[in-house]
């Protein structure tokens, strides 16, 4: 059994070679910034996590991401601490089992094959993640005031939104968008682009609060590309010393945004792009208000003239068994 503790903070950075090059050509700033809000696979594990980002680690107050990867038959103990989670499974499934009820994620084979349900545990808790089988599990989470019960979200109640058009399109899977699923101050969602096109796109920015316009929102991206292919992902600054990142993004890798406009997210042919978004901020209310860079918003002008690529959806929700519920 593995144990882990509240905001605990991540001291190592190991940096593989196959991103080394990425440095070339940068001035000192740019490299600096590209090790701190780029994390290539590996660099951000911890113990039973291949990613463990906590607010202290990314430099900022409330979003949180962590991978955990449990072998057959493996048992977790998570200490929610003053934080919200939502346990996703990214391959296999597992048993959540907390003081609010007992929950049995069926899971999926990998982020590539369907929605998954996923269990919501609140702050102040403690939660046991086991698994038969073994498997990698997404904890999404941020710190919160509210202390919400523990729920379980079935597979068919995720909304599946096709965005965009023409080499736009792509899928979001809204499991815990701000509209589709209660939480106090979490907000995640996973976004699917078929191999050879763009999403994230327009740029965007939520990095200040503009009352009925734009957010502030942290937000973490984490990476999967279908048969361990590349992409490659955007972040520009939004004003004088901002996020400036071009990264090229593989299975397991994790860009950090504090602000910037992010995007494009580019998926290269014959492989789809994954990422999981985890966002939070300080408003009093909980949403998702962006705005678009300027020089690029037209070309949301142009996408009811273009079909969405036919090979969305990639996938829809499987049945889910439901929970298995102990009171």
């Not at 929610?80 to 391959?91: D, F, H, M, Q, R």
């Not at 990476?223 to 397991?252: I, K, M």
């Not at 406009?261 to 994954?274: C, F, Q």
């Amino acid at each position: 059994m593995t144990t882990d503790h509240p905001d605990q903070e991540q001291h190592q950075e190991q940096h593989q070679e196959q991103h080394q090059e990425q440095d070339q050509g940068q001035n000192p700033d740019q490299a600096r910034q590209q090790h701190r809000f780029h994390l290539p696979s590996g660099s951000a594990a911890r113990g039973a996590y291949a990613v463990d980002i906590d607010p202290g680690r990314a430099g900022w107050d409330r979003s949180a991401l962590r991978v955990l990867e449990l072998e057959p038959g493996g048992v977790h103990t998570l200490v929610t601490g003053g934080s919200e989670w939502i346990v996703l499974p990214l391959t296999g499934g597992c048993m959540v089992r907390t003081a609010g009820g007992t929950f049995q994620l069926r899971g999926r084979d990998s982020v590539f094959s369907g929605v998954s349900d996923f269990a919501y545990v609140p702050r102040d808790a403690h939660a046991e993640i086991s698994s038969g089988a073994g498997g990698r599990f997404a904890l999404a989470g941020a710190k919160c005031e509210r202390r919400l019960p523990a729920r379980y979200g079935p597979a068919p109640e995720v909304p599946v939104e096709l965005r965009g058009s023409g080499t736009c399109s792509r899928q979001v899977n809204n499991f815990a968008a701000a509209d589709t699923f209660d939480c106090d101050r979490l907000i995640a969602v996973e976004v699917l682009t078929p191999g050879g096109n763009w999403s994230s796109y327009p740029p965007h920015k939520h990095d200040e609060h503009v009352p009925g316009e734009e957010c502030e929102l942290e937000e973490i991206y984490y990476f999967e590309v279908q048969d361990g292919g590349l992409g490659y992902h955007r972040v520009s600054p939004s004003r004088d010393g901002g996020t400036d990142v071009l990264a090229e993004v593989r299975g397991g890798d994790v860009v950090l945004i504090p602000d910037g406009w992010h995007g494009p997210s580019i998926a290269p042919p014959g492989r789809t792009l994954y990422y999981l978004n985890v966002m939070a901020g300080p408003g009093e209310e909980r949403a998702w208000l962006i705005r678009d860079h300027p020089d690029h918003r037209w070309i949301r002008d142009t996408w009811p003239d273009e079909p969405i690529d036919a090979r969305l959806p990639l996938y829809t929700a499987h049945p889910s068994p439901g929970p298995e519920v102990t009171p």
